[in-house]
């Protein structure tokens, strides 16, 4: 791969236990914003609203590296994989958005403070 340029960047941060509430409130949240992997995977967990909630804020801030918000692109159209270095799946919408931008990929990293998951997003394309 040769030199690459910053087409976009996102943060956001999500609390935890907001989430929580999210998933006991409104039970069809978790298919409305998660793919069936990011389910799957944070659901073997015994607190799977920690993993959640950084794939939520994880989405926002793809969107917000792709320069568009949640109303342009659906929730399920970004997928963060988890166990290991986190990596970002585009389909659908997603997928257009970033080929017209000339991304080529989106990293990411997470971290977690307590009530607080952060992520930062960073898109990338080739060197123009």
């Not at 929580?20 to 967990?45: I, K, V």
């Not at 970004?78 to 989106?106: D, F, H, Q, Y």
């Amino acid at each position: 791969m040769g030199p690459m340029r910053i087409v976009g960047l996102g943060v956001d941060l999500a609390e935890v236990s907001r989430v929580r509430r999210m998933l006991d409130r409104y039970p069809r949240f978790a298919e409305r914003c998660f793919t069936p992997h990011e389910r799957e995977y944070a659901f073997r967990f015994t607190r799977p609203e920690r993993r959640l909630a950084a794939r939520f804020a994880g989405k926002e801030a793809v969107m917000k590296s792709l320069g568009t918000g949640w109303r342009r692109i659906r929730w399920t159209d970004i997928e963060i994989t988890g166990g290991g270095k986190p990596t970002v799946r585009l389909r659908g919408s997603a997928a257009k958005r970033a080929e017209m931008l000339g991304v080529t990929e989106v990293l990411v990293t997470i971290t977690h403070t307590g009530d607080t998951a952060l992520v930062m997003a960073v898109a990338v394309g080739e060197h123009a």
